[in-house]
């Protein structure tokens, strides 16, 4: 995988003058220089103009300065100021321009992007420009590649980036309808999206584990050693008997550039409470935890997050004071520009997570805060979805998020995809929901798992994975599990 170029800032001291009177003048230090570390938590990033890319880095500082776009194959440069809801000291989300007002970039192409601020202007990424592709739900279709080796819901799935063109899916523990189980599997994917094949790995769980968090961290999104990749499963339920019972284990194993996954290591660093069904995402070196089941099966609003260390092992847990507005489960979060960001699950108490219970007990919210270095902000809501969706998945990639599948009201299939943008201010607009009958995935699945590819396919546009799941029947105690894999295949 090719290496991120960060730019070394540069320390100034400064020289300390003595005034007439013999009293040292007070000395202020300079402001950083920023540093870009990557775009979207990629190597080789890209993005069609007019949509929001993320800027991760540091020395941004708090006030919005300007982010510059040069090309140099059309002598095109644009220089954009952010809006300061999207501006924080460690990201920046930013509105990729057509040009420059005058003239436009050439597309497909290439630009080079930094970040201009008072303590001077940043080392340049390059971002390849695509063409204007918007994953609208009535845009993207689907089909089937390798299923899974066995049914199973509850599963949780992480993708790991080797290089441009190799990558792979580790899916981790689930329910297979008897009992949870401690299967590990590993699945090559290929840059059309489908997996070519399924390996089951013989480093398999240390406990049977289901309903869990689980993400991937390496050198684009933490401060691993490049090349490393190490692969999280936090909290779940350990049996299926349980009510809802819950761990507070966290276990880490590295894979290799094989796609082999190593021994599982119990970390040190375990939750502060047992959860299931928690959410979990993994942004600029911390892993953030919102909300889960407690033992006794009400919903938890508790925050933490945890720091990334460079063998892979975590910090100690911190529980934030900006608790979610609502105790949630099974809700799903991502990061995006420096914001945490939490959508829908379940507000209500739950002993079963393997039913789908009353369909109206999932939720519309959604909710934004600042997650700068592990300490997460104040709550803000925005756009609410249009289905009061649990145990759903989300997809975000290009700024742009689908929320999809999952328990939600109305009859299974009436809305199996809703589809958003983040806006410069970090808000989300309104959603829009699915309106052609040909671009259904027609799983009509909840307690599944979902990743994006992190290999770009021949159109140069992301491709979304669906794995597993239990079949969504509007009956209170769902269906059976599904060993089926879906991905789009356009645009």
């Not at 441009?164 to 299967?183: E, I, L, M, Q, R």
């Not at 590990?184 to 790995?201: C, K």
């Not at 104040?378 to 009061?388: A, D, L, M, R, V």
Request: proline share 7%.
């Amino acid at each position: 995988m090719a290496s991120l170029v960060v730019g070394l800032v540069l320390f100034i001291a400064s020289g300390l003058f003595v005034g007439c009177g013999g009293s040292n003048s007070s000395n202020t230090a300079p402001p950083p220089v920023p540093s870009i570390q990557n775009i979207n938590n990629s190597t080789d990033p890209s993005s069609p103009v007019n949509l929001p890319i993320e800027i991760n880095g540091s020395g941004f500082q708090s006030a919005p300065g300007s982010v510059i776009f040069s090309q140099s194959s059309s002598g095109i440069t644009a220089t954009v100021t952010p809006n300061a809801g999207g501006w924080t000291d460690s990201g920046i989300a930013v509105v990729v321009p057509a040009g420059n007002g005058t003239n436009n970039f050439t597309v497909p192409g290439t630009v080079s992007v930094s970040v201009k601020t008072s303590g001077g202007t940043s080392n340049t990424v390059t971002l390849t420009l695509v063409q204007t592709l918007t994953f609208d739900v009535n845009n993207v279709t689907w089909s089937k590649t390798t299923p899974l080796p066995a049914p199973l819901a509850g599963l949780r799935a992480a993708a790991v980036p080797i290089s441009d063109t190799s990558a792979y899916v580790v899916v981790t523990g689930g329910y297979d309808g008897t009992a949870n189980t401690n299967g590990v599997y590993v699945g090559t994917l290929d840059t059309t999206g489908a997996i070519t094949g399924w390996q089951a790995s013989p480093n398999v769980l240390p406990e049977t584990i289901a309903h869990h968090a689980m993400v991937e961290a390496d050198a684009e999104n933490s401060l691993v050693p490049d090349g490393s990749h190490f692969i999280y499963v936090i909290g779940g339920q350990v049996n299926s008997t349980d009510a809802p019972g819950g761990t507070a284990n966290v276990y880490m194993a590295s894979v290799d550039n094989s796609g082999a996954v190593g021994t599982w290591q119990q970390l040190t660093s375990s939750l502060p409470e047992p959860l299931v069904g928690p959410a979990a995402a993994l942004f600029n070196g911390y892993i953030y935890v919102v909300g889960g089941l407690h033992s006794d099966g009400t919903p938890s609003a508790d925050v933490f997050s945890a720091p990334i260390k460079s063998d892979g092992t975590l910090g100690a847990w911190t529980k934030s004071t900006s608790a979610y507005p609502t105790p949630v489960s099974f809700a799903t979060a991502f990061g995006f520009a420096g914001k945490l960001y939490v959508l829908g699950g379940d507000n209500s108490n739950s002993t079963n997570p393997d039913e789908e219970g009353s369909q109206g007990s999932g939720i519309q919210n959604v909710n934004f805060a600042g997650a700068l270095n592990g300490v997460v902000g104040t709550w803000t809501p925005t756009s609410s979805t249009i289905k009061n969706r649990k145990k759903q998945i989300t997809w975000t990639a290009f700024g742009q998020v689908i929320d999809a599948e999952g328990i939600y009201n109305g009859t299974p299939g009436s809305l199996e995809l809703e589809r958003t943008i983040v806006n410069p201010d970090s808000t989300l607009a309104s959603w829009n929901g699915i309106t052609n009958a040909v671009n259904l995935i027609n799983a009509n699945v909840y307690n599944a798992a979902a990743i994006v590819s992190p290999l770009q396919s021949p159109n140069a546009t992301p491709r979304f994975i669906l794995l597993g799941g239990q079949s969504f029947n509007g009956l209170p105690a769902g269906g059976a599990p599904s060993a089926l894999v879906y991905y789009n295949t356009a645009p």
